[in-house]
C-alpha cells in the first residue's frame, strides 16, 4: 500500500505526467508472483525435498531423483550456463520425473517439487509439453489452471489454453476432445504422452485412463469418423496392441479399439492386421478383453465373411477361450457374428491338432450355439466321413452333444448333408449314410434310408407309409436305448430323448391317415406318456372319430376310425385311472360319451360299455348285463326287445324295429336302439334301487361336470328319467333331476323355440327313449338334449314332494321359482310345468299374486293361472291380501291383464264360501258388502279395461269423498255421491276394509295394492283415519336398522318408494286431527312408555326411525330417499303442534342429520328444517356438553348478569329438558358429537333468540374442551406406563405383530378423539366470536379471557388457534382492560402461530390480533419496549418471510419514533446473539460463512424495517439507533452494539445517497443528517477520552473508529459539503487519532470539491451555492493549520503522521482553491515552509510537497511572496538532495538495481517533493530566478539525483532542466551550466543532460555557434 507521501507524489506529479514503475514477480504453483520474489531458492529446495521424501515413500522409483534433480548439486545448476548436450540430459531426467509424477499430480508433495523445478530450472518454459502432460489426466481441476497460469505457451500445441491463464476457468474434457478433432497436433501430443507412460517402468494408470476416455469420447463426437483421424491413431493402437506394454495402455488401446469399430467400417486387411497384432501377444490376464474386443469387431464389422488362417489359429491358442466366451454369454454378449465365422472354420479344421476337438467339445457343451450349430454340424460329419477309425472315435462325443444339445440344428445338417449326397445310391451315399447311422445311432437325427431324410424329419413326412415306419424306428431306437443305458450316467439326454420321442408319438396322435394313429396307439412308447398329455391325445383321437363317422361323412372310412376309436377306449382302463386319479373322472365321462351307439358306432359303444364294466363304481354294476358281443348276438339283442330292457319290464317292440312290407328290419339299428336302450334300464335300475344315495349323488356329480360330454350328461338324464318310472316314490330321482335342471336353466330357457319333438315323445309311458329321439339325438343334438331337459324338468316337478319344491324355491337367487317357471318361452309348452308346480303349493293363488304384483311382465300368464284356482269348489277361500293385489292388476298398464284381473275379481266374488261368509278369515269385509262392491265395479268394466287410470277413477267414484262430505256436513246440508256410488253402509265397510288391510301390505308384491290404496283413501278417508293405517305399514316395512329385528331381508325399491308416499301424510293438520292421549314422558326417560304413548307421539317416533333409517347398514341412496321424505315433514308447521319432548327430539334428529347424514340432499333437508325452527338460548343450553353421561339439563354457575324472567312457556322448556336423556334420543351420538353438532349449527344460524345468554354455557364447554383435549393428548400410548416405562415384553417375538396390532387399534381412537376435541374447541372459540360481535358489553365479561388465551396456547392446529386470537382481538377491542393481564401470553402465542402456520391467512389473524391488544398496552402505561421485547423474542423461531409482516402491523399501532429505534436495537441485539451462538470458523470455510455470519436475519430484517419508512423518518431512527445503542453499552462505543448500530448506520445511509439524490436540498433531511453526523462526532470523542484503554481494547477501538469514520464517508454524500467539513473540522480538537481520520475525510471533501469546480462538472449542472459553502467551510482549515504543525503553548507538538495528514490535507486544498481562493492559501505558505525544517524527514517531504502543490495552484498570485521563499526553499531541498547522497550505499556489480534499502527510499521520495516545490518556484518566478541559478542546477546536476531512479528523481530533475531551458535566457544559463559539465560526463548523461544546450539552440539562433562549440568540446 503506497505511503501518504507517495500519494502526494503521485498527485503532484501528474502535473508533468511521470509514470511508476511495472510490477515485478516470479512464477510459482504454491504463491503469488509477488510472495515468490521473496522466497528464496534454497527455502523452496528444503520444500522439494521434503516433498520428494514423501514421494519415495509412496513410490520408491522417486528415490533416483533424489540425488539429481533434487541433489545440493542441481541447487547450483543454471541452464543457460550449460551445453546444448547437458540441457538435453537434464531435460530426459526432467520428463522422466514428471511422467512419473503423473499418478500423484495432485498430492502437496508433488507441487513441491515442481514449485522448485520452476524455479530451478525454468520447467515452466523449456518442458512445457512434459509437464502439461503430468497434469492434463486432471485437467477439470484447479491443480491444472494454475500449472498453465506459469506455463510459456507460445509457439506450442498448447497455444490455446492462453484464454485459461487469464480466466482461471477449468477446460471441461468435452472441449479438449473437440480441440483434438480440429487439431491433430494436439491429438498427437496427447497420444505421445500416453505412449511415453505404456512401459512398465513408466507406467501410469490415471494418464492411460484419460487417454482411453478421451479418445472415446473423441471418436464418439466425430461420427462419422474420418479416414485421416484413423490414420493418425493406427500408428499408436498398434503401439498399444503389441509386445512389452503395461497392461493399462493396452487395455486403454483395446477400449478405443472397440470405440473406433463401433463409429467406423473398417477395411477387411485393416482388421485382420488389428486381429493378428492383437491375438499374438496377449497376456493370460488379458484373455478376456482380448476375447470381448474379438466379439465386439465380429459385431460391429459384419462386412468380415470369413477369418484369415492365421487369425483363426491364434484364436484357437487364446487360454481359457470357451470360458471367457461363456462369460460372456452370461452376461448377454452378441456371441453369434463370432460364432458364424469361427465354428465353421473349426469343423473344416477339426482335424488337424486335437486342441481343436478339446475346444469343440467344450464349446458344444457350454455355449448358446444356436443357429450357428447347424453349419459346424454339417462340416463336422463331414469331415467324419474321411476320417479313421480312430478319429471317428474322438469326433463321435462331439457329434453326439451336438444331438442332445441342438437337436433342430443337428436335424437340418443332417437333412441337408442327405440332400446333397448323390441320388443315385452308390457307394458314397451309402458310405455317408453308414457314417450317420454309425454316429447316430439311437438317435432321431439318425437317417431313414427309405425317406432320404432323419428319423425326426421322417415322422412328420407326407407318405403315411414312411410316418410308420420313422414311428416304429424311433420307438425301437429308444426302447432299446432304455436298456443300454439302464444304470447310465447320461439321465439328461436320456430324458431329452424321452421328451422328444413323446412329442412324436402324440403329434402323430392328432394324425388324420387312421393307419398312422393305429400304430400310434399300439407303440409301447405310448404308456410312458405321462397321463395328462395321454389322455389330452387320447380325446383328440375320439374326437377325430366323431367328426369322421358323424352325418354325412365318408362312410369308407368308418371301418378304420372305429378299430382305432377300440383302442383308444381301451387305454382308458382302470389301470389308467388308477394312475392318475384326477383323470378317473374325465376318463368315465369319456367312455360314457362313446357307450352310446348312434349310427354305426355299436362296436365302438360296445367297446366303451366293456370299459366301463371293469370301473369299479355301483352305478355302472347293473351294466354287467349288458351284452358286449359283436356279430350275431346285436342281432338277437335286435330280435328280442325283453334282453334290452329286463325280464320285469314290459316292452313296446314297435319301437324298436319296425316291420312293414316296404321297409324291412335295419339289424343295424334295431341292435343300436336295443343296446342303448339296454345300458339306459342297467343305470336306471341301479339308480332306481332301494339305496340309490351314492349312485344319485354321482350321476348328478357326472352330469353337473359334462359340459365337454354332451352325450354323457344326455345319456344319464334318460336313466334318471327311466328311474322314475321304476320306482313308486321317485324322491332322490327327481331330486337329482330338479338339481341337474336348475344347474342348466340357461339350456332350458333357450329351449323354448326347439322345432324337434315335444317332450312327451322323448320317453314313452313307462319310461323308455323312443327310437324316434334316438334318430333326434343323433341329427340335432342340441335340441334333443333340450326336449331331455324340458322331460327331466316336468318329471321332476310331478314327482318331487312340497317340501322339495319349497326348498327349490328357497335356493333361487333373485326371482321365485314360479316366476322362473313363468318366464319360460314358450308359455304353452311350460304351462304343464306350472301347473305340477302350483298343485303342490299350500297357496297358488298367493303365489300367483306375488308373481302378478311383483312383475309386470308376468301379469298375464300369472292372471290366467290364478282363475280356474278361483273357481274351483274345493279350493280356499282367496287371501285377504288377494283382492287389493287384483285391484292393482287391474290397474296395469296392460290391457289383457287388467280384463284377466277383473275377471278374476268376479270369480272370487263368486267364490262360494267367500260369498257366504265373506273374507271370514280375516274378519275384514262380509260377503255381501264384497259381492256389492265387485258388482258395482263389473259396471265400469269397459271403462277399466280401456284406461290404466279407469279402475281408481271408477272407485272413486263408487266410494264417497271424505273431503266433500266433511264439507257438506259444516255447511249443513247432505253430500250427493256419484251415479254408480255405494250407499253409505257398503262404502263405509269397503273404506274400512281398506284402512284395516293397508297395514297387510308390507311385502314386495303388495307394494303396488298399497299404493293404489293410498290413492283411492286419500280422498275416501279423513287424514285421522288414514294416518294410524299409514303407521302401521311402515311399522311393517323391513325398514329397521336394528340388527335383532325379524325383518331380516332388505326392503326393495317398490317398498322404500311406498315409505316415501306414506310419509307424505305426515302431515301438522294430520297429527291435529289424533285423538289426544298420554304425551307425558315419565322421570329419566327419553321416550314414551309402551302402552301409554298418543297415536301423536307413536307417530312422531316412526317419523323420527325414518329419520334414521339406512345410516348403520349402509343403503346407500335409496335409504336416503325415506330419510329425505322424513325429514322433509319436520318443518316448523309440524314442529309447533309438538309436544316438548317430542320437539327435543326432532330437533336433535335434524341437528344430528344436518351434520352426519352421508346424504347432501339429506343435510340440506335437514338445515333447512333447522333454518325455521324457533330457537332459544334455553333449549340449546342443556346440550352443552362433552361427558357421556346424561345432561342435568340445567344452568352453569359461571356468573352472569341478571336476566328477565321466564315465561310459562320457557319453564315448562327447561323442566321437560331437565327430565330428559339427551344422549338417548340424540341415538348413536356421544356427548362430544351432541356438542359439536350444536356447535356447528350455532356456526350459521344468527336468529336465535336470547342469544347472549349462550356466553356463560359456552365459557364452560370451552374449560371442558380444553381439559379434555389435553388430558387426551397426554394420554399414555399403549405398552407404556403411567411413567413413561415400556411395560411391554420384548423377549416375546411371537407376539411382536399382534401387539402391533393392537398398539394401531388402541391408537386409533385415541387419536379420534383428540381431532374430535379440537374440531369442537374451533367451533366454540367460533360460535363465542359470532356472538360477541353481537353481544352487549355487560354479556362480554362472562367470557373468562384468560380461558381463551390458554385454549390459543394449547391450540392443536392452526384452526383453533385462529379462532382464538379472533375472539381475543375482539374482546381486546370491545373490553381492553380484560386483556390487559394477557398481553404477553398473547404476543408469545402469535409467535407459535408465525411458526407453526404456513397460510397466509394464520398470519394475518396473527397480525390482527397483535394490532389489537397493543393499544391496550399502551393504555395502560406500560412501558412500549417491553411489547417490542416480547414481539422481537418471537422472531427466531418464525419463517424468514412472516418476520416482516408481524413487525409492520406492530408499528401500525403503535408510535413509530418510539418503536422503530427501540425496534432496530432489539434487532441488533439478536444479530449479536446470535454471531455469538455461532462456533468460531477456520480456514477457507470462514472465508465463505462470514459474510452470511454478517448478513444475518436480523440485520436483513432491520434494513426492511428501515426501507418501510420515509427517508426522514428512516435517519432520525437511525440516530435514536445510535444513542440508545450507546446508552445501553454504558458509553463505550467500542462494545459490539454501538458498533453493530453504526454499520447498520453506515449501510442505510450509502443506500438513501444512492436512491435520494435530492436529499441534499431537502432542509429537514439535512438536519436529520446533521443530528446523525453529530451523533457520530460525540461517538468519535468518546473513543478519543477513552485514554485509558487496554492493549486488548485498543483494536476494539480502532474498529470502531473506522466504522464511525465509515459513517462519517456515507454522511459526506448525502450532506451538503460546508456542513459536512464543519464538522469534521470539530473533531480536530480531539485525539491525534481522531484528527488523523478527520483530516483524511476532509482531504476527500476537498477531493470532490475539486471535482465539481471543474468545467465540464459545472456544464452538467452543478450547484454553485453549495459548492461556495464547502469551500468556505473547507478554507478554515488554513487557520487551524498554524496549530496542528507548530507546538502548542506548552511546547507539545503533535505526532509526525499527524502533521504529515495536515500537510496533505493543505495540500489538496492549496490544489484545489489555490487559483479561485488564493488569500488563505498564501497565508499558510510560510507554515509550510516552516515545516519544511521538520526534525522528521517525512513531514519535511509533506510540507515540500504541499507547498509545490499550492505554489503550483497560485501561479502568479504567489510572486510578492516567492522572493521570500527562494532561499528556504532552495535550503531545504539541497539539504533533501544531500540527505539522498548520504543513504545510498556502495553496491557490488552482484546486486539489482531494484534492491534498495528503506532509508534510501524515504531520502528518494523527500528529494522528489524537493524537486517538486523547485519546480513550482521556476514555473513562477521563470527568469527571476538567475540569481539562485547557480545553486539550481548544483540541485538538478547533483550526482545523487541523476542516479536514483526512485520516485522519479531523475526524471523530474530532467524536467525541471527542461524547463529552465524554456523561461531562462541563455546568457544566463550557459556559465552555470558548463560549469557542471564535468560532473554530467562522470554520470555518463552527455547527451541526455544536455537537453538544455539543444533547446537553446533552438530558441535562440544567435547563440548557434556558441552551442555549436560547446558540442564539439562534448
Request: glycine letters at 6%; charged letters at 15%; a negative charge.
Amino acid at each position: 500500500m503506497p505511503s501518504i507521501l507517495q500519494q502526494q507524489l503521485q498527485q503532484v506529479s501528474s502535473t508533468w505526467g511521470t509514470s511508476t514503475g511495472k510490477q515485478k514477480g516470479k512464477p510459482s504453483l504454491l504463491y503469488s508472483a509477488q510472495e515468490a520474489s521473496d522466497i528464496d531458492v534454497q527455502t523452496l529446495f528444503e520444500l522439494a525435498q521434503e516433498g520428494c521424501n514423501q514421494l519415495c515413500a509412496v513410490e520408491p522409483r522417486f528415490e533416483p531423483y533424489q540425488s539429481t534433480l533434487f541433489s545440493q548439486a542441481g541447487l547450483e545448476t543454471i541452464r543457460d550456463e550449460r551445453t546444448k548436450a547437458e540441457n538435453a540430459a537434464m531435460d530426459a531426467s526432467i520428463d522422466a520425473y514428471l511422467r512419473l509424477l503423473t499418478d500423484h499430480f495432485l498430492s502437496a508433495a508433488a507441487f513441491q517439487t515442481l514449485e522448485y523445478l520452476v524455479r530451478r530450472y525454468r520447467i515452466n518454459e523449456y518442458n512445457v509439453n512434459a509437464l502439461i502432460a503430468c497434469g492434463l489426466p486432471y485437467h477439470a481441476t484447479n491443480h491444472f489452471v494454475r500449472l498453465v497460469q506459469i506455463l510459456r505457451l507460445e509457439q506450442t500445441c498448447w497455444q490455446f489454453l492462453s484464454p485459461m491463464q487469464k480466466t482461471g476457468a477449468a477446460m471441461p474434457r468435452a472441449l479438449l476432445a473437440q480441440r483434438c478433432i480440429t487439431d491433430q497436433a494436439v491429438l498427437k501430443a496427447i497420444c505421445e504422452a500416453a505412449k511415453a507412460v505404456s512401459h512398465e517402468a513408466s507406467a501410469s494408470s490415471k494418464m492411460q485412463s484419460f487417454y482411453a476416455v478421451l479418445l472415446c469420447e473423441l471418436l464418439l463426437t466425430s461420427a462419422p469418423v474420418k479416414e485421416d483421424l484413423v490414420r493418425c491413431l493406427l500408428p499408436y493402437l498398434m503401439t498399444g496392441l503389441g509386445p512389452d506394454i503395461s497392461a493399462d495402455y493396452r487395455a486403454a488401446s483395446l477400449m478405443i479399439l472397440t470405440q473406433l469399430a463401433s463409429q467406423a467400417t473398417l477395411s477387411d486387411t485393416l482388421v485382420t492386421g488389428l486381429l493378428q497384432e492383437m491375438l499374438q501377444h496377449v497376456p493370460r490376464k488379458q484373455g478376456a478383453q482380448a476375447v470381448l474386443v474379438l466379439s465386439h469387431l465380429m459385431l460391429t464389422q459384419p462386412q468380415l465373411k470369413q477369418l484369415p488362417t492365421p487369425v483363426f489359429k491364434r484364436i484357437m491358442k487364446l487360454p481359457d477361450l470357451v470360458d471367457h466366451l461363456r462369460g460372456l454369454a452370461d452376461k448377454g454378449m452378441a456371441l453369434g457374428p463370432l460364432l458364424r465365422l469361427l465354428l465353421p472354420h473349426l469343423g473344416t479344421s477339426i482335424l488337424d491338432k486335437k486342441l481343436y476337438v478339446k475346444v469343440a467339445q467344450s464349446m458344444v457343451k457350454t455355449l448358446p450355439l444356436g443357429v450357428h450349430a447347424q453349419p459346424f454340424a454339417m462340416a463336422l460329419l463331414d469331415k467324419l466321413t474321411e476320417a479313421s477309425e480312430e478319429q471317428k472315435a474322438s469326433l463321435s462325443p462331439i457329434v453326439r452333444s451336438l444331438d442332445l444339445a441342438f437337436p433342430d440344428q443337428m436335424d437340418a445338417a443332417v437333412n441337408q448333408l442327405l440332400q446333397q449326397s448323390p441320388g443315385d445310391g452308390g457307394a458314397t451315399a451309402q458310405g455317408l449314410v453308414g457314417v450317420l447311422q454309425s454316429a447316430l445311432a439311437g438317435s432321431a437325427h439318425a437317417p431313414l434310408l427309405p425317406a432320404g431324410t432323419t428319423l425326426a424329419s421322417a415322422v412328420d413326412a407326407p407318405s403315411a407309409e414312411i410316418r410308420i415306419a420313422a414311428l416304429e424306428a424311433l420307438d425301437a431306437a429308444y426302447q432299446a436305448g432304455g436298456e443300454e443305458d439302464a444304470g447310465a450316467a447320461e439321465s439328461g439326454a436320456r430324458q431329452g430323448q424321452a421328451v422328444f420321442v413323446q412329442g412324436a408319438v402324440l403329434r402323430r396322435l392328432q394324425d388324420e391317415d387312421a393307419s398312422v394313429v393305429n400304430v400310434v396307439l399300439s407303440l409301447p412308447s405310448l404308456h410312458q406318456v405321462p397321463g395328462s398329455l395321454l389322455y389330452n391325445g387320447l380325446a383328440a383321437v375320439l374326437d377325430r372319430f366323431d367328426r369322421v363317422t358323424g352325418l354325412n361323412s365318408d362312410k369308407s372310412r368308418h371301418k378304420a376310425w372305429r378299430a382305432v376309436a377300440k383302442k383308444a377306449l381301451s387305454l382308458l382302463s382302470t389301470a389308467f385311472a388308477q394312475s392318475n386319479p384326477s383323470l378317473r373322472q374325465q376318463a368315465v365321462l369319456q367312455l360314457l360319451q362313446h357307450s352310446v351307439a348312434l349310427g354305426r358306432t355299436h362296436g365302438v359303444a360296445a367297446q366303451a360299455v366293456k370299459m366301463l364294466q371293469a370301473y369299479d363304481d355301483e352305478l355302472f354294476r347293473g351294466l354287467a348285463a349288458v351284452s358286449t358281443a359283436d356279430g350275431d348276438n346285436t342281432k338277437k339283442l335286435a330280435a328280442n326287445p325283453d334282453m334290452q330292457r329286463g325280464t320285469d319290464t314290459p316292452g313296446s317292440a314297435h319301437e324298436l324295429a319296425p316291420t312293414t312290407p316296404d321297409r324291412p328290419v335295419d339289424f343295424d339299428k334295431a341292435a343300436s336302439l336295443a343296446f342303448n336302450q339296454a345300458i339306459i334300464h342297467a343305470l336306471a335300475s341301479q339308480l332306481a334301487s332301494t339305496q340309490p344315495q351314492h349312485s344319485l349323488a354321482y350321476a348328478q356329480e357326472l352330469i353337473l361336470a359334462a359340459d365337454a360330454f354332451p352325450r354323457a350328461g344326455h345319456l344319464l338324464l334318460l336313466a334318471l328319467l327311466q328311474a322314475c318310472h321304476l320306482t313308486p316314490k321317485p324322491v332322490g330321482a327327481a331330486a337329482a333331476m330338479l338339481m341337474v335342471v336348475t344347474a342348466r336353466w340357461g339350456d332350458v330357457k333357450g329351449s323354448g323355440a326347439s322345432t324337434g319333438p315335444t317332450p312327451v315323445a322323448v320317453v314313452d309311458e313307462v319310461g323308455v327313449p323312443t327310437a324316434a329321439h334316438f334318430r333326434h339325438w343323433q341329427r340335432k343334438a342340441g335340441k334333443s338334449h333340450a326336449a331331455v331337459l324340458q322331460q327331466a324338468l316336468l318329471a321332476g316337478l310331478r314327482a318331487a314332494s312340497s317340501q322339495q319344491l319349497q326348498q327349490l324355491d328357497a335356493q333361487m337367487e333373485t326371482h321365485s321359482f314360479l316366476t322362473s317357471l313363468l318366464q319360460l318361452e314358450p308359455r304353452a309348452l311350460f304351462k304343464p310345468h306350472c301347473t305340477a308346480f302350483l298343485d303342490k303349493a299350500a297357496a297358488p293363488s298367493l303365489l300367483l299374486s306375488d308373481v302378478f304384483g311383483t312383475t309386470s311382465a308376468l301379469q298375464v300368464p300369472a292372471l290366467q293361472l290364478l282363475q280356474p284356482y278361483l273357481t274351483a269348489a274345493n279350493t280356499a277361500p282367496p287371501s285377504p291380501v288377494l283382492l287389493p293385489r287384483l285391484l292393482a292388476a287391474a290397474a296395469s298398464s296392460t290391457q289383457q291383464a287388467r280384463a284377466l284381473a277383473l275377471d278374476c275379481l268376479l270369480a272370487a266374488a263368486c267364490h262360494p264360501e267367500l260369498a257366504e261368509h265373506g273374507l271370514v278369515s280375516a274378519q275384514l269385509l262380509a260377503g255381501n258388502h264384497l259381492q256389492a262392491f265387485l258388482h258395482a265395479l263389473a259396471l265400469h268394466h269397459e271403462d277399466i279395461k280401456g284406461d290404466s287410470l279407469g279402475l281408481l277413477q271408477a272407485v272413486r267414484r263408487l266410494l264417497p269423498d271424505a273431503g266433500a262430505k266433511g264439507k257438506a256436513a259444516r255447511h249443513g246440508h247432505a253430500h250427493k255421491a256419484g251415479a254408480h256410488a255405494l250407499d253409505s253402509r257398503h262404502s263405509t265397510a269397503v273404506v274400512h276394509y281398506m284402512l284395516d288391510i293397508l297395514p297387510e301390505l308390507y311385502d314386495d308384491s303388495s307394494s303396488s295394492a298399497a299404493s293404489l290404496l293410498l290413492h283411492i283413501l286419500t280422498s275416501s278417508a279423513a287424514p285421522a283415519q288414514l294416518l294410524p293405517s299409514a303407521m302401521a305399514l311402515l311399522n311393517k316395512l323391513p325398514l329397521s336398522d336394528e340388527p335383532s329385528s325379524a325383518q331380516s331381508s332388505a326392503p326393495s325399491g317398490s317398498q322404500l318408494l311406498l315409505a316415501c308416499q306414506l310419509l307424505q301424510l305426515f302431515t301438522a293438520e294430520a297429527f291435529q286431527a289424533l285423538p289426544k292421549g298420554n304425551q307425558a314422558v315419565p322421570k329419566g326417560k327419553g321416550k314414551a312408555a309402551k302402552g301409554t304413548a298418543s297415536p301423536m307421539v307413536a307417530g312422531l317416533e316412526v317419523l323420527l326411525r325414518l329419520g334414521r333409517y339406512g345410516l348403520t347398514q349402509g343403503d346407500g341412496q335409496p335409504a336416503g330417499r325415506v330419510r329425505l321424505a322424513a325429514f322433509q315433514r319436520l318443518g316448523a308447521e309440524l314442529y309447533a303442534v309438538m309436544p316438548v319432548q317430542q320437539q327435543m327430539e326432532a330437533f336433535l334428529a335434524l341437528l344430528n342429520a344436518s351434520s352426519r347424514d352421508p346424504s347432501s340432499a339429506v343435510r340440506q333437508a335437514a338445515r333447512a328444517a333447522l333454518s325455521e325452527l324457533p330457537l332459544t338460548a334455553l333449549s340449546l343450553s342443556p346440550l352443552f356438553t362433552i361427558s357421556d353421561q346424561v345432561a342435568s339439563g340445567g344452568q352453569v354457575d359461571t356468573p352472569a348478569p341478571k336476566t328477565r324472567r321466564r315465561s310459562k312457556a320457557e319453564s315448562s322448556v327447561k323442566q321437560a329438558a331437565e327430565g330428559l336423556d339427551l344422549l338417548e334420543l340424540a341415538g348413536e351420538a356421544t356427548g362430544l358429537e351432541l356438542c359439536t353438532s350444536v356447535l356447528e349449527l350455532l356456526q350459521w344460524k344468527s336468529d336465535i333468540q336470547d342469544e347472549a345468554e349462550l356466553l356463560a354455557p359456552l365459557t364452560q364447554v370451552l374449560q371442558q374442551l380444553l381439559s379434555s383435549f389435553i388430558q387426551t393428548r397426554h394420554m399414555p400410548s399403549p405398552g407404556l406406563s403411567a411413567s413413561g416405562m415400556d411395560t411391554s415384553d420384548d423377549d416375546d417375538d411371537d407376539s411382536d405383530e399382534s401387539s402391533s396390532d393392537t398398539e394401531d387399534d388402541a391408537e386409533q381412537p385415541a387419536l379420534q378423539r383428540s381431532s374430535h376435541h379440537a374440531y369442537a374447541l374451533a367451533l366454540a372459540l367460533q360460535a363465542v366470536q359470532n356472538i360477541a360481535e353481537r353481544a352487549p358489553e355487560a354479556w362480554l365479561k362472562t367470557v373468562d379471557v384468560g380461558l381463551v388465551v390458554q385454549c390459543a396456547k394449547e391450540a392443536p392446529d392452526g384452526a383453533v388457534r385462529n379462532a382464538a386470537l379472533t375472539l381475543l382481538a375482539i374482546l381486546a377491542t370491545k373490553l381492553p382492560e380484560s386483556a390487559l393481564h394477557h398481553v404477553l401470553e398473547v404476543v408469545s402465542v402469535v409467535g407459535s402461530t408465525a411458526r407453526q402456520q404456513e397460510d397466509t391467512h394464520s398470519h394475518e389473524v396473527a397480525a390482527a390480533t397483535l394490532g389489537a391488544i397493543a393499544p391496550a398496552w399502551l393504555q395502560s402505561g406500560k412501558p412500549l419496549s417491553e411489547l417490542v421485547a416480547a414481539v422481537v423474542a418471537l422472531l427466531p423461531s418464525m419463517l424468514p418471510h412472516r418476520r416482516l409482516p408481524l413487525l409492520t402491523a406492530l408499528l401500525a399501532v403503535v408510535p413509530q419514533d418510539a418503536a422503530r429505534p427501540t425496534l432496530l436495537l432489539l434487532l441488533l441485539q439478536k444479530a449479536l446473539q446470535l454471531s455469538a451462538q455461532q462456533p468460531p470458523l477456520v480456514g477457507e470455510a470462514s472465508l465463505q460463512s462470514r459474510g452470511k455470519q454478517e448478513e444475518s436475519w436480523p440485520v436483513a430484517l432491520a434494513t426492511s424495517v428501515c426501507h418501510q419508512a420515509v427517508l426522514l423518518v428512516r435517519i432520525e431512527a437511525l440516530t435514536s439507533l445510535l444513542q440508545q445503542a450507546v446508552a445501553e453499552s454504558q458509553q463505550q462505543p467500542h462494545l459490539p452494539l454501538p458498533s453493530l448500530a453504526v454499520t447498520f448506520g453506515t449501510t442505510q445511509v450509502q443506500e438513501a445517497g444512492l436512491g435520494l439524490s435530492a436529499s441534499r436540498s431537502c432542509s429537514e433531511a439535512q438536519a436529520a443528517y446533521a443530528a446523525l453526523l453529530e451523533q457520530a462526532v460525540s461517538q468519535l470523542h468518546l473513543l478519543g477520552a477513552d485514554a485509558a484503554a487496554t492493549k486488548h481494547s485498543r483494536k476494539a477501538h480502532q474498529a470502531a473508529q473506522d466504522r464511525l469514520y465509515g459513517l462519517l464517508e456515507a454522511l459526506a454524500q448525502v450532506m451538503e459539503g460546508g456542513a459536512y467539513i464543519a464538522a469534521l473540522l470539530r473533531l480536530c480538537h480531539s485525539s491525534e487519532s481522531v484528527i488523523r481520520r478527520a483530516l483524511k475525510l476532509i482531504t476527500t471533501s476537498v477531493t470532490e470539491l475539486a471535482l465539481q469546480e471543474q468545467p465540464e462538472s459545472k456544464e452538467a449542472g452543478g450547484d454553485d451555492g453549495t459548492a461556495l459553502g464547502t469551500a468556505d467551510a473547507a478554507l478554515d482549515l488554513c487557520a487551524l493549520a498554524p496549530a496542528l504543525l507548530q507546538p502548542g503553548e506548552d511546547g507539545v507538538q503533535l505526532a509526525a503522521s499527524t502533521r504529515q495528514a495536515a500537510l496533505v490535507a493543505v495540500s489538496t486544498l492549496g490544489q484545489a482553491l489555490g487559483r479561485t481562493r488564493p488569500q488563505p492559501i498564501i497565508a499558510v505558505l510560510p507554515t509550510l515552509v516552516a515545516a519544511a525544517q521538520d526534525k522528521h524527514r517525512s513531514v519535511r517531504s509533506s510540507a515540500l510537497a504541499a507547498a509545490a502543490a499550492c505554489l503550483s495552484a497560485l501561479g502568479s498570485q504567489a510572486l510578492p511572496l516567492l522572493p521570500k521563499m527562494v532561499p528556504a526553499v532552495i535550503a531545504a531541498a539541497q539539504a533533501a538532495i544531500d540527505s539522498l547522497a548520504a543513504s545510498i550505499p556502495q553496491q557490488s556489480e552482484e546486486e539489482e538495481m531494484d534492491e534498495i534499502e528503506n532509508s534510501s527510499e524515504g531520502a528518494a521520495l523527500e528529494a522528489a517533493a524537493a524537486l517538486a516545490a523547485v519546480s513550482a518556484l521556476v514555473d513562477g518566478l521563470q527568469a527571476f530566478l538567475s540569481p539562485h541559478l547557480s545553486a539550481l542546477l548544483h540541485l538538478l546536476f547533483s550526482p545523487a539525483v541523476l542516479a536514483c531512479n526512485q520516485a522519479d528523481c531523475s526524471k523530474t530533475a530532467g524536467s525541471i532542466r527542461i524547463q529552465l531551458a524554456g523561461v531562462m535566457p541563455a546568457r544566463l544559463l550557459l556559465g552555470p551550466l558548463f560549469g557542471h559539465f564535468d560532473g554530467a560526463v562522470q554520470v555518463g548523461l552527455q547527451e541526455q543532460e544536455f537537453g538544455g544546450l539543444q533547446a537553446i539552440h533552438l530558441n535562440k539562433p544567435q547563440t548557434a555557434a556558441l552551442c555549436s562549440l560547446a558540442c564539439v568540446d562534448c
